[in-house]
């Protein structure tokens, strides 16, 4: 069954409007590399953040590295402000499972205990196994995709974002 997916950059102006009122000097981004990275960086820079911006790679942290292995080109996880008591957006491409949340909530916490923590995605696809929702959310799917069948967040040279259904 064909999905029409929208525009990703459209999906990214709806995200900043959903998390601006909520913007104080205490907030900071978090995105998980690759694709909530990217978002992150261009939240960060229309929401005009104080805090430097971070990124995280869940890989080590996540609970099916045991039988799924390292991801193919794991990155430096890098997050270059104070956590104690910040007010942190985690920010993803997709929500899925959940279980990429929760690996980043624990290895977020290996640096501190924030105030807060919300969590802000492009998408989300259904199918969660963990009680995991999104605070901000740009585009949920009508109905879920089956599990073979993956939405990807591509970044072409220009900066410009584009979201996609694979089947796998």
Known sequence: MPI???NAESLLARLIEQIRPDVTPRTA???????GAWLAERLHRSLGIQASL????VS????????KGLHAKPQ?????????NADIIIVDDVLYTGRTTRAALNELFDY?????VDLAVLCDRHGRELPISARYCAHTLDEPLAASRILRLSQDATGTL??????A
């Open 54 to 57: 971070g990124t995280i790679d």
């Open 112 to 116: 501190g205990r924030p105030a807060r």
């Open 29 to 35: 981004l978090v995105g998980i590399h690759t694709g």
């Open 162 to 167: 584009s979201l996609r259904l694979i089947d």
């Open 76 to 84: 430096r996880s890098d997050i270059p402000f104070d956590v104690e």
């Open 60 to 67: 080590f942290y996540r609970d099916d590295y045991g039988s």
């Open 4 to 6: 029409d997916l929208p």
